[in-house]
C-alpha cells in the first residue's frame, strides 16, 4: 500500500519569492510520483511526473520537484512565484497494477501569491 | 484547453432525475476513469475502465452507473441522487499498459453537480 503526505494545507508567498510545496510518500516499492495543480473551477493538471529515471524532475510553467528516496520526499518547488501560481497543488503516488493507474491523493495544498 | 471534454460543465437536477455526464477524449488512451471531488478535497476514485470493460468499482451507490461504449467514450449515467451527490464529477484517461501502472492520468475540467 503507499500514501502521501502533504506536509502543509495552506502556503502564502510574495510574488517573485520561492515557492516549496512539500510531499512525503509511502511505498512498498519504487513508486511512481506526480504533482497535479488545479485552478478554480477546473480539472487537474500535470505538473510533472518521477518514473524512476532522473531524480530531478522538471515540469510546466517553471516548476520542479527532487525525488529523494533516502528522505522518501518528492517536493515541489519553484524559484519565482506568479501571480497566476495561486491554486490547489496535489501530490499524488501511483500504484504498478495492470492496465489502468489508480492514484493515492495528498490531501492538497493550497498556495496563496500575495503583490 | 483539456484534452478531455467533459459536457455539460453545469447541471442542476432533482432527486427524482435521470441524467448522464459524457467525457470524451482522443488521445487513444484505453484507461477512463471517473472521480468525485467536494470542495476542499482530493478527488475520489469512483470507477475504472481498461479497454472498455469495467475493472474497477470503488464500491459506488447503484445511483450512478457508468457506461463505456467505444474507447473515445465514457458516460455516467445518474438516477435518484442525493444532496450529498453534489460534487465536481471529473473524468480522466491514461495509457494502459499491461506491465505499467504508471502512467499519468490526464482530466477533464468536470461536471459539476447540483442536487436539488
Known amino acids: 500500500a503507499q500514501s502521501v503526505t502533504q506536509l502543509d494545507s495552506h502556503v502564502s508567498v510574495s510574488e517573485g519569492t520561492p515557492v516549496l510545496l512539500r510531499c512525503n510518500y509511502s511505498?512498498?516499492?519504487?513508486?511512481?510520483l506526480f504533482w497535479y495543480v488545479q485552478h478554480p473551477n477546473k480539472g487537474l493538471q500535470l505538473l510533472l511526473k518521477?518514473?524512476?529515471?532522473?531524480?530531478l524532475v522538471k515540469g510546466i510553467n517553471g516548476f520542479e520537484a527532487e525525488f529523494k528516496k533516502s528522505e522518501t520526499s518528492f517536493h515541489l518547488t519553484k524559484p519565482s512565484a506568479h501571480m497566476s501560481d495561486a491554486a490547489e497543488y496535489f501530490c499524488?503516488?501511483?500504484?504498478?497494477?495492470?492496465?489502468?493507474?489508480?492514484?493515492?491523493f495528498g490531501t492538497g495544498t493550497r498556495l496563496q501569491v500575495t503583490l | 484547453d483539456t484534452e478531455v471534454t467533459q459536457t455539460p460543465k453545469h447541471l442542476v437536477m432533482g432527486m427524482t432525475n435521470k441524467k448522464s455526464l459524457k467525457c470524451e477524449q482522443h488521445?487513444?488512451?484505453?484507461?477512463m476513469y471517473w472521480y468525485k471531488q467536494k470542495a476542499k478535497k482530493p478527488p475520489e476514485l469512483m470507477f475504472v475502465?481498461?479497454?472498455?470493460?469495467?475493472?474497477i468499482n470503488e464500491s459506488v451507490p447503484s445511483r450512478f452507473s457508468p457506461e463505456c461504449p467505444n474507447s473515445s467514450l465514457l458516460n455516467l449515467h445518474l438516477h435518484a441522487l442525493q444532496p450529498e451527490d453534489s460534487a465536481l464529477y471529473l473524468c480522466?484517461?491514461?495509457?494502459?499498459?499491461?506491465?505499467?501502472?504508471?502512467?499519468?492520468?490526464?482530466f477533464g475540467d468536470g461536471t459539476r453537480l447540483s442536487i436539488l
Open positions: 475502465y481498461s479497454y472498455e470493460k469495467l475493472s
Open positions: 511505498s512498498s516499492y519504487s513508486p511512481s
Open positions: 488521445m487513444g488512451h484505453r484507461a
Open positions: 480522466a484517461s491514461s495509457q494502459a499498459f499491461l506491465t505499467m501502472g504508471n502512467q499519468p492520468q490526464h
Open positions: 499524488v503516488v501511483s500504484d504498478r497494477g495492470g492496465t489502468a493507474s489508480k492514484l493515492t
Open positions: 518521477y518514473t524512476s529515471a532522473a531524480t
